[in-house]
């Protein structure tokens, strides 16, 4: 690209200038950010912005008024259905926090009339339970640096933290695994915008499953080798 600008637009062009270009060209959606140091051109997908349920927001005011200036996230399985073929009948509300207070917060969201909350549940509790329940609240501890945002301030994942999610979890998010996945990442991938270097920085620190995730879109076509070479 510096090349490009140099040779067709500026002669003497300077490193702090091609910057320039670079956050402009990225301002007007003429190009967008793959990775780092790597862009294409805009082609009209957008950013994901969930739909947030009652329940999850209200589990969010009462997090936020109990604890101030905690680091947590919220966010439900049932928007993989805005990328799957088969719809799922039951939700998960998954809360992510401090692992020092994922108790508290467990018995605070008890006390407050939540129902169907577990912690960190085995295999034996999601097949007797949370398999048969229409929406249960699952609270995890949040993984540091998750990429998060706020969203009509509640704190939620962006789009590549719920993609290595649901590569990674295999039992809680059992509905969406097979020829389902596959669906459902070549579906975001061609309909929003993900950024590549966010997505697997998580992977890493999520359990060090980047190789597979790797291949995994390789595989299905869903991106091409030469984005991971360099």
Request: charged share 25%; aromatic share 14%; hydrophobic share 35%.
């Amino acid at each position: 690209m510096y090349n490009l600008i140099q040779q067709q637009f500026s002669p003497a062009l300077k490193e702090t200038t091609f910057r320039w270009y670079v956050y402009e060209l990225k301002r007007a959606n003429i190009i967008i950010s793959v990775k780092r140091g790597v862009y294409k051109l805009f082609t009209g997908k957008k950013d994901y912005y969930p739909a947030l349920s009652n329940k999850q927001k209200r589990v969010s005011r009462l997090v936020n008024k109990s604890y101030s200036n905690i680091s947590y996230c919220s966010w439900n399985s049932s928007w993989f259905n805005d990328f799957a073929q088969h719809q799922a009948a039951s939700n998960i509300l998954f809360l992510e926090v401090e692992s020092e207070l994922i108790e508290p917060v467990f018995y605070l969201l008890l006390d407050n009339s939540i129902q169907n909350v577990y912690i960190e549940p085995d295999k034996e509790t999601i097949d007797d339970y949370i398999s048969e329940n229409r929406e249960s609240v699952i609270i995890k501890p949040l993984i540091t640096k998750s990429p998060l945002y706020k969203y009509h301030s509640v704190p939620i994942p962006h789009l590549e933290k719920i993609l290595v999610d649901l590569f990674c979890d295999d039992k809680l998010l059992q509905a969406y695994q097979g020829e389902e996945l596959i669906i459902i990442f070549r579906n975001a991938f061609d309909e929003y915008k993900v950024n590549i270097s966010r997505l697997l920085n998580y992977s890493r620190r999520r359990n060090r499953k980047v190789n597979k995730l790797k291949d995994f879109l390789i595989q299905n076509k869903i991106l091409e080798r030469k984005l991971f070479t360099t």
